[in-house]
């Protein structure tokens, strides 16, 4: 009797532990289809072309010879965001929508903690239209950081901060990224976003990501081209207006509302322009 007992204490236990290792948490509806999808990529990338993509091609004299000299393609932009929402949480729901459609490589929330939720090597949902010098698909060659901010009143918390720096360590030493190559959602598409809204660029600056200017600023040029200027930098010129907006959104933060540049805003933009030289 004891032993009957006994083995039907083990099989209760037993499907409990399999009702626990089924469960996966919080995320186990997210996590198995970010599996399935990860795996179908990998499915992709082990395909030899002869089958998978050279047979499309309409034409009979073709043939597949492999060469050895091949990488995974990588990240060479890091484009930073607020997600303009009331929590981390909030956020992850908002990633975790296949309807809305949006994602980010990471989000680091206000205590600094840090939320990785696309591989680096795949292309999140980040980005949408825009352009950066001759770039128009970001999506494709950046990594993504979203940071817990409502984009109006929030401040930006020295933890988060630090946990930004930390992050962009990595990257740029993971996948040497260019300094000047560390960017604003404002910055490739100035004409419909504002973020990271007042966001400290000198203290990454500081850090080596992206640039920022020495004083005392330099007197400008007679001949100076601020079109130009912006150009170079970065800027798609073709709304100069909202090539001009973006820029102050990431150098000046004042002073937003006017496309005008002062004698102080041009002195900034020359001292920019002169570190892409």
């Not at 007992?5 to 919080?26: E, Q, R, T």
């Not at 198995?32 to 047979?55: M, N, R, T, W």
């Not at 060469?67 to 908002?94: C, E, W």
Request: aromatic fraction near 12%; glycine fraction near 6%.
């Amino acid at each position: 009797m004891r032993t009957k007992m006994w083995k039907n204490s083990l099989i209760y236990f037993s499907f409990l532990f399999v009702l626990a290792s089924c469960g996966g948490g919080k995320y186990a509806t997210t996590e198995k289809i970010y599996k399935g999808k990860a795996k179908s990529f990998s499915e992709l990338y082990k395909g030899v072309p002869d089958k998978d993509q050279l047979e499309k091609i309409q034409f009979n004299d073709k043939t597949w010879i492999a060469s050895p000299n091949f990488g995974v393609r990588k990240p060479n932009y890091v484009m930073i965001h607020h997600t303009a929402q009331n929590s981390l949480d909030h956020t992850v729901q908002t990633f975790h929508n296949q309807k809305v459609g949006v994602s980010s490589h990471y989000v680091i929330s206000r205590d600094g903690k840090i939320v990785q939720m696309v591989n680096d090597l795949y292309r999140a949902h980040h980005a949408g239209l825009g352009r950066w010098g001759n770039d128009t698909d970001m999506n494709s060659s950046s990594i993504g950081i979203e940071l817990d901010n409502n984009g109006t009143t929030d401040p930006w918390p020295a933890v988060q901060i630090e946990s930004l720096i930390a992050l962009l360590d990595y990257l740029k030493d993971t996948y040497n990224i260019p300094t000047a190559n560390f960017i604003g959602h404002m910055d490739y598409a100035p004409s419909r976003k504002i973020d990271p809204h007042n966001f400290p660029w000198e203290r990454l600056a500081e850090a080596g990501f992206g640039y920022w200017y020495e004083q005392p600023l330099e007197e400008v040029p007679v001949h100076f081209d601020p079109r130009l200027a912006l150009r170079v930098i970065g800027y798609d010129v073709s709304d100069l207006n909202a090539a001009i907006r973006g820029f102050k959104q990431h150098y000046i933060r004042e002073n937003l509302d006017s496309t005008e540049l002062t004698a102080v805003e041009l002195r900034v933009l020359y001292a920019i322009f002169k570190k892409y030289l």
